[in-house]
């Protein structure tokens, strides 16, 4: 199994930056992708970004050219940087790992303001 734990969100003015991090514990080595998810009120959960084990990295059309995802495998964890935050990125933010074995493990979540 693998525990993830998400940090980093809070309230933010329209335009700034945050940076979540989420960190891995457990059976690491059987991680292969990691992404962070976002669902807001009334809304579906959707994916944000990816990172792929070699690097690879996706977005969401939405994303694109504000946010960076990297990832720290020395430190088992994830990252997602977030620039020129808009209102609409309010949502609570999910770290996720696809295992090597097909399952998947979610975080908490953290919860991501952006006021106008």
């Known amino acids: 199994q693998v525990q993830l734990v998400e940090s980093g969100g809070g309230l933010v003015q329209a335009g700034g930056s945050l940076r979540l991090s989420c960190a891995a514990s457990g059976s690491i080595f059987s991680i292969n992708a990691m992404g962070w998810y976002r669902q807001a009120p009334g809304k579906q959960r959707e994916l944000v970004a990816a990172?792929?084990?070699?690097?690879?990295?996706n977005y969401a059309d939405s994303v694109k050219g504000r946010f960076t995802i990297s990832r720290d495998n020395a430190k088992n964890t994830v990252y997602l940087q977030m620039n020129s935050l808009k209102p609409e990125d309010t949502a609570v933010y999910y770290c996720?790992?696809?295992?090597?074995?097909?399952?998947?493990?979610w975080g908490q979540g953290t919860q991501v303001t952006v006021s106008s």
């Open positions: 996720n790992a696809h295992l090597r074995t097909g399952a998947v493990s």
């Open positions: 990172i792929g084990s070699g690097g690879s990295t």
